[in-house]
């Protein structure tokens, strides 16, 4: 088995939207809530080390549910102190080392 390298790396992440979160606004008791259900997302990256070990790595999130709380200021201005957020996803993590 091959020893993994550990200590500092550097890296790039690139960014694919598969299915981008369509957020719709909700309201229960008096709360507002963005929601969000059923959206993907793709991440690529390679740490590379420095020893000069690269470990490329792929994943996938797939998103079941991102709820925020919408926040106003005395004003009825967004505000996003003290929001807060709900993420259920699962996520499949892919290595070639």
Excluded: C
Aim: a positive charge.
């Amino acid at each position: 088995m091959e020893a993994m390298s550990t200590g500092p790396f550097t890296y790039n992440i690139n960014l694919q939207r598969i299915r981008a979160p369509q957020f719709v606004r909700e309201g229960k008791d008096g709360v507002a809530y963005l929601t969000a259900h059923d959206y993907e997302v793709a991440y690529e990256t390679t740490l590379k080390f420095e020893d000069g070990v690269e470990w490329p790595i792929k994943a996938r999130l797939f998103g079941e549910l991102n709820q925020k709380i919408v926040v106003r200021d005395a004003t009825g201005s967004l505000s996003m102190n003290g929001a807060e957020n709900w993420v259920r996803l699962r996520l499949k993590l892919h290595s070639s080392r």
